[in-house]
């Protein structure tokens, strides 16, 4: 049961990621799952565990992490295109 809330808390941090860059629209679920997952592990790994947790992410870090994650993706796909 762990990891299904694991899979949603992630998909949320993803989609609040992807509206803060406004790149939100052109990701999917399955997208927003990861980088709500990968930035989630970056953010906590740069800026700790700290402030509100939920499902084992700390939120606020969470969010910086995926935030990256999400502008660096579109960077290299802008890049590419």
Request: charged share 0%; with cysteine; aromatic share 6%.
């Amino acid at each position: 049961m762990h990891w299904i809330w694991v899979l949603i808390v992630g998909a949320i941090i993803g989609a609040i990621a992807g509206a803060l860059t406004s790149h939100g629209k052109s990701m999917g679920c399955l997208a927003n799952i990861i980088a709500g997952l990968v930035g989630s592990s970056l953010g906590q790994a740069l800026l700790g565990n700290w402030g509100p947790q939920l499902a084992g992410m700390a939120i606020i870090p969470s969010i910086v992490g995926a935030v990256i994650i999400v502008w660096i993706v579109a960077w290299i796909v802008g890049k590419t295109s």
